[in-house]
Each structure stands twice: as structure tokens, then as C-alpha cells.
């Protein structure tokens, strides 16, 4: 096999297919494999991403990683946990949370990585909300074990609280503590039959492939308790056998339209 790099300019955003041939110098009988296309989506501008974190998880430092080497993504991190003299993550650094609604308009996604609720207050939540709700814009939150008890139950943000697909268990941290702070064994995950083709599961385009991969991927050794899913939620993964509980549905993951 012989790699031949080859380099296109394109001057226009919008979807192209790409075809490759090469021509034989002797004669074939099979032309099939002399040609190969794949389709290519060019975009004119990147996408505009704010994460933030409440220490330096390793979710953190994958994602954040992910995005620096994307090329179609021009992230900013906040790492709350961070020294004030820190150098901060990202392709576009920020020197402070921004606040102020035209700075969060700024962006196209939001990820919440369990931050601290200590440094968010009202107005910020509302200006989440205002991207999400007015704006389209996204938002992911991904509970962890520091803080989100303690989010999920500050009256300050209850506009953020308002946008997640769940809501939230009020004994959620009293659940918590009696479960204790180590596991033995993970607890297996499974995926709902109506969500098995949701587009935010599609690990490969092949199904087959797709479903083997959810199978071989190690179970959840941590959620946050919830009461249930919003009426427009869509639950894409839930701990095995935990779905016919009425006070705790098991959710892991779960989505939603908002506005």
C-alpha cells in the first residue's frame, strides 16, 4: 500500500463528495477498486466552545484535549480549580468566567463538567438559559461526585436546573452518602430499545458495530440519583435493571429539546 498525501483548496462551505481514481497501466478485469469517494463537510467558521470544570478530572482533560485538536472547534476553558496565575486550556484562553450575556452569547455549546456552584450565581444561570432557550445554542451537564449535589439544590440557579432533561432527587445527597464513597463492581449499562438509533449513541454507522462497542465498554461506577425524565427527555442509557423503580429510574444519560 502506497499513501499519497494530496492537498485540495476549496473555497466554498456546504457538503462535497470527493472522488479518487487511479488508471491502470495493464489491463484489469475487475475496475471496481480503481475508485473510492467520500463525502466531505467544509465549514466557513469554528465552533465556539466554553467548558467548565470543577477540578481536573480526567473527563476534563480528555475532552478539553479533544477539542484543542479539532480543527472545526475553537474552545475556551475554565478550570475553577485552578491557581489565579494558572496558564489556562484552550485555542481561544480566557483569564476569567465570563459573565456577561454578550460574552455567553459568544458561544455555540456550553459543557458543564461538574462545576462549582460557588462561583455561578442567578444572572449567569439566566444567561445560560437565554443561549439555550433564544438562541439555540447547547448546553451539556455532566454530574459528578464534588458538586453537583450541591448545584442541583441552590435556588440561585434554578434557570440552569430548569434546562436539564431530569429532575433532579431532592434526598439525591442523603442517597449518596448511604450509599458510601467506594464501589466493589460497576453496575452494568444498558441502552432503552427506542433509543438504540439516537444519533448521540452512533459510535460507528454500521449498527452491528455500533451495538458491539456499547457492549464491550465497562459499567457506571457513579450516578447522581434523579426522579425522572422531563416529558420531552429521551433516556439514552440507564443502569441495568434499575428502570422499573419508580423513585429511581437508574437514568445515566439522558436528552432533550429545549425552547
Not at 482533560?61 to 480543527?71: H, K, M, P
Not at 481561544?92 to 455555540?108: C, G, K, N, Q, S
Not at 449499562?189 to 451495538?211: F, G, K, W, Y
Not at 425522572?228 to 441495568?240: C, G, N, S
Request: aromatic content about 6%; proline content about 8%; glycine content about 6%.
Amino acid at each position: 500500500a502506497l499513501d499519497v498525501p494530496v492537498r485540495i483548496d476549496i473555497d466554498a462551505a456546504g457538503e462535497l463528495v470527493l472522488r479518487a481514481r487511479i488508471t491502470s497501466a495493464q489491463p484489469e478485469a475487475v475496475l471496481d477498486d480503481n475508485q473510492r469517494e467520500t463525502s466531505v463537510q467544509v465549514v466557513d467558521e469554528r465552533l465556539r466552545v466554553l467548558i467548565v470544570a470543577g477540578r481536573p478530572s480526567f473527563d476534563y482533560r480528555f475532552v478539553s484535549r479533544l477539542f484543542e485538536r479539532d480543527r472545526t472547534i475553537d474552545v475556551s476553558c475554565w478550570l475553577q480549580s485552578a491557581d489565579e496565575r494558572a496558564v489556562r486550556d484552550g485555542d481561544t484562553v480566557i483569564v476569567e468566567l465570563p459573565r456577561r450575556p454578550e460574552e455567553m452569547f459568544a458561544y455555540d455549546a456550553i459543557l458543564l463538567i461538574d462545576p462549582d456552584p460557588r462561583e455561578l450565581d442567578s444572572s449567569w444561570a439566566i444567561a445560560v438559559r437565554r443561549l439555550v432557550d433564544d438562541l439555540g445554542g447547547g448546553l451539556l451537564f455532566q454530574a459528578g461526585p464534588h458538586y453537583t449535589t450541591r448545584l442541583l439544590s441552590d435556588p440561585r440557579l434554578e434557570e440552569l436546573i430548569a434546562l436539564l432533561p431530569v429532575t433532579p432527587h431532592p434526598d439525591a445527597a442523603v442517597r449518596l452518602t448511604a450509599q458510601g464513597a467506594f464501589r466493589l463492581s460497576e453496575s452494568p449499562v444498558e441502552i432503552p430499545a427506542e433509543s438504540r438509533s439516537h444519533p448521540l449513541l452512533a459510535l460507528s454507522d454500521d449498527p452491528e458495530v455500533n451495538s458491539a462497542i456499547w457492549r464491550a465498554l465497562p459499567g457506571a461506577w457513579w450516578r447522581v440519583p434523579v426522579l425522572r425524565a422531563k416529558p420531552l427527555a429521551t433516556v439514552l442509557l440507564r443502569q441495568a435493571g434499575a428502570g422499573g423503580s419508580p423513585d429511581d429510574p437508574g437514568i445515566l444519560l439522558a436528552a432533550q429539546p429545549f425552547g
